[in-house]
C-alpha cells in the first residue's frame, strides 16, 4: 500500500519560512518524479515544484522561483520544500505527489495534504 505522509505546515507570518517533508513508502521511491502542489481557497490544485527520480532535475512554477526550494533523498525516501518570504497569497493545503516515471501516464499517488496558513 502506497503512503505518502507529509508534515510540516502550520501557521506563519508573512516573510517567514517553513520547511515541508513528504514520507513514502509502499513504492519504488526511485521509480517516480516527486512533486509538491497546493490548493489554495476556492482555487484549483496547482503545481509548485517537481523534482525528477534519476536526474533530480527541478521545474518550479513562477510564483516558487527563488523563493522556494524541493529536493529529495532517495535513502530516506522523502522529498522536502523550503518555502522563504512566504505571502499570504501562499496559503494553500500543500500536497506531496509521487509520478511513475517508468511509462507515459504513470500511476499518480497524492498524499492527504498539509494546510500551510501566512498570517499576520
Known amino acids: 500500500q502506497v503512503q505518502l505522509v507529509e508534515s510540516g505546515g502550520g501557521l506563519v507570518q508573512p516573510g517567514g519560512s517553513l520547511r515541508l517533508s513528504c514520507s513514502a513508502s509502499g513504492l519504488t521511491f526511485t521509480d517516480y518524479q516527486m512533486g509538491w502542489f497546493r490548493q489554495g481557497p476556492g482555487g484549483e490544485r496547482e503545481l509548485v515544484a517537481t523534482?525528477?527520480?534519476?536526474?533530480?532535475?527541478?521545474n518550479y512554477a513562477d510564483f516558487a522561483k527563488g523563493r522556494f526550494t524541493i529536493w529529495r533523498d532517495d535513502v530516506e525516501r522523502k522529498v522536502d520544500l523550503q518555502m522563504s518570504n512566504l505571502k499570504p497569497q501562499d496559503t494553500a493545503v500543500y500536497y506531496c505527489?509521487?509520478?511513475?516515471?517508468?511509462?507515459?501516464?504513470?500511476?499518480?499517488?497524492w498524499g492527504q495534504g498539509t494546510q500551510v496558513t501566512v498570517s499576520p
Open positions: 523534482i525528477d527520480d534519476s536526474t533530480h532535475k527541478t
Open positions: 505527489q509521487a509520478r511513475d516515471s517508468r511509462a507515459i501516464g504513470g500511476v499518480v499517488y
